[in-house]
Structure formats: C-alpha cells, structure tokens
C-alpha cells in the first residue's frame, strides 16, 4: 500500500518536472532549435547555400530564375550570356513555327537574326567559383 503511495507520487511529480523542463517534448520539438524549424537558409549546405547567397544579392549565377523577355530590337536586344567569345543561338522566328533558325553569335555589337531580323547581343557571363 505505501509502496503504490510512493510509486503514484513519485510518478506524478517526475511527470511534473519533465513537463516544466521541456524533456517531455516530442521528439520533432526536441531536435528543432528553439525558434522552430530551421529556414532554408539556416540549412542549406554547399551549391544550394551559394546559389541562395547569390540571389539575396540580386545574382542568378547558375540561371535559376526565368529569363527577363526583351523586344529584340536594335535599341533593346536579346542579351544571350555566355562564358566564351562566340555562342550558338537557336531563333523561333514565329510563335507556330516548327523549325529553328540556327546562327553562330559572336562577341561585339548586336547581330540580327538571318530569318527575321532579332537582334541579339553577346554578353560575358562569369560563372560563379
Ligand atoms: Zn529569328
């Protein structure tokens, strides 16, 4: 009879003192810090961490975002990046159109497309170390 006294007694505040001290958690709290669950960039490790450091500058090093649309005029051409002096560059001339112009474009002004006239401009294009 004392014995189960003691038992439930003991039970009751041992409960009590894990509750207050926070032991008693679930195991998903207990691993957690104490603000929540971590943010991307509280856990994010290696390219992942680079590429989130870069955006927060306004950087897009390894083209994540979609590209910005440009007219294709003289005045406001198609910016194509790259990390050499010439790239390949396939046009869609028209929306519906099945087949792809392809053109070499080379480092310097804007070039026009030979089919409908684009233009698009060659812009160096550092890759991130
Ligand atoms: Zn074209």
């Keep these: 009879m004392a014995g189960r006294l003691f038992l439930r007694g003991f039970s009751r505040a041992t409960l009590h003192q894990l509750r207050s001290s926070g032991a008693g958690r679930p195991l998903h709290r207990a691993v957690t810090t104490e603000r929540g669950i971590p943010t991307d960039d509280e856990q994010a490790t290696g390219l992942e961490r680079r590429a989130l450091q870069a955006l927060k500058q306004g950087k897009d090093p390894y083209s994540i975002l979609k590209p910005k649309s440009y007219a294709g005029t003289k005045e406001d051409p198609h910016i194509v990046p790259c990390i050499g002096n010439k790239r390949l560059v396939g046009c869609l001339c ?14 310097g002004d804007a070039q026009r497309c030979p089919s409908c006239g684009s233009h698009y401009k060659l812009v160096h294009h550092e890759l991130p170390k």
């Excluded at 392809?102 to 480092?107: D, G, Y």
């Design 94 to 107: 028209e929306e519906d159109n099945t087949a792809i112009v392809w053109f070499w474009l080379h480092e």
